[in-house]
């Protein structure tokens, strides 16, 4: 298993999560992102760099992704071609994206952004709150748990 983050919309605190848990874990986790940023010191975690432009992030990660690797992004589309790919995907408030709920997803998405399109102020996600963290630390927790039966 590698770890993929979507690095560019992930808050900074889901980053330290991810960091800590693949250092621990000795987990290849890569950062993709079309900024710089740091990251702890661990041969495990990296950041990769992509040109400016939109969702070049999102395009090196699915060309990257294998199964049983493990995304973490909250961009819809690149979630469902991770799952097409057999990855795992988690959002960075914990949720996971699967077979099961990623074509509902996919359907809101494209509902809010005609809605979006036609003029009407739909607002952006609440911040990140304490209990999205620890939503997330648990269920990344429980992903890399299981993740040599996974493989």
């Known amino acids: 298993m590698q770890i ?3 690095a560019d919309a992930c808050p900074s605190a889901i980053r330290e999560i ?3 848990a693949a250092h621990k874990r000795a987990i290849a986790t890569t950062f993709v992102a079309n900024h710089s940023f740091s990251l702890p010191n661990s041969p495990f975690v990296k950041l990769y760099q992509v040109p400016l432009g939109f969702d070049e992030a999102d395009k090196e990660i699915e060309r990257r992704v294998t199964a049983g690797d493990l995304v ?3 961009d819809i589309p690149l979630a469902s071609d991770a799952l097409e790919k057999h990855a795992l995907v988690l959002t960075p408030r914990g949720e996971r994206y699967t077979e099961n709920n990623i074509k509902q ?3 809101m998405r494209d509902f809010m952004e005609t809605m979006r399109s036609s003029g009407a102020q739909t ?3 609440p911040a990140l709150s304490l209990t999205d963290r620890k ?3 648990d269920q990344l ?3 890399l748990t299981r993740a040599p039966e996974q493989t």
Do not use: E, Y
């Open 72 to 74: 973490i992004t909250s």
């Open 4 to 6: 993929w983050v979507d």
């Open 105 to 107: 997803r996919l359907r």
């Open 18 to 20: 991810v960091a800590k």
């Open 135 to 137: 939503q997330f630390s």
């Open 141 to 143: 927790d429980r992903l």
């Open 123 to 125: 607002g952006g996600p």
